[in-house]
């Protein structure tokens, strides 16, 4: 069974068009995260959900708005998408928020924009 | 806010040598340190980490790290590669309940 998974593995897609990637983890933790990996594999958090309440938001555009119908759910939706949006998105959960826990990664999804 | 440096961004090694990847991080406090894997077009895998206790950590797949509080380093060692260690490795640390990667370290090993 995966842990966390996310769909769709690809998204090609035009400037301007709204998207959607999903998230689900099956581990029965309390935090979910949504990361993105530009072209330089430099990985950055995005965003950060625990118990369904946003707690970190890293100075995204809000063209992005995450989205936690439940704890086990947590989706990413991108308005009016741009070039620089191409990049791999990965979704993560961890038991809780204390900062020793292990985050488990999903497997990705790569963006493009074209 | 804390930060790590991977001091390598690629790692040449042959199949069956050693390696060690170097990671030093800047904070004035307590630290929590992680190295993680990513193989080809997958996610992110945790090898080890250091909370607190033992300096050296022992993680997955024979890796090992050293935390040294006094160079600020948690270098990434194993004794001897396999052509299936070819992987990103990312040095991370955690702040404001945030994990802070470092910029990666690409290992290729060769035959």
């Known amino acids: 069974d995966t842990a966390v998974s996310q769909t769709p593995k690809y998204l090609v897609t035009q400037m301007g068009n709204d998207k959607s990637i999903k998230c689900e983890q099956n581990?029965?933790?309390?935090?979910m995260y949504w990361y993105k990996q530009d072209s330089k594999k430099f990985l950055k958090i995005m965003f950060s959900?625990?118990?369904?309440?946003?707690?970190i938001n890293e100075t995204v555009p809000n063209r992005f708005s995450p989205k936690s119908p439940d704890k086990a759910h947590l989706n990413l939706h991108i308005n009016s998408l741009e070039l620089g949006d191409s990049a791999v998105y990965f979704c993560?959960?961890?038991?809780?928020?204390?900062?020793?826990?292990?985050?488990?990664f999903g497997p990705g999804t790569r963006l493009t924009v074209l | 806010a804390q930060s790590v440096t991977q001091l390598d961004s690629q790692v040449p090694v042959f199949e069956e040598a050693p390696v060690e990847l170097r990671c030093n991080y800047s904070?004035?406090?307590?630290?929590?340190l992680f190295w993680y894997v990513q193989y080809p077009n997958q996610g992110l895998q945790l090898l080890l980490k250091?909370?607190?206790?033992?300096?050296l950590v022992k993680g997955i797949n024979g890796f090992e790290a050293e935390f040294n509080k006094s160079q600020t380093s948690f270098h990434l060692r194993k004794p001897s590669v396999h052509i299936s260690d070819t992987a990103e490795y990312f040095c991370?640390?955690?702040?404001?309940?945030?994990?802070?990667f470092g910029a990666g370290t690409t290992v290729t090993v060769r035959a």
């Open positions: 993560a959960s961890s038991q809780d928020m204390m900062g020793g826990n292990e985050q488990f």
């Open positions: 581990l029965g933790h309390d935090t």
């Open positions: 959900y625990n118990n369904k309440e946003l707690i």
């Open positions: 904070s004035s406090v307590s630290v929590y």
């Open positions: 250091y909370l607190s206790g033992s300096t």
């Open positions: 991370a640390v955690v702040s404001d309940y945030k994990l802070s």
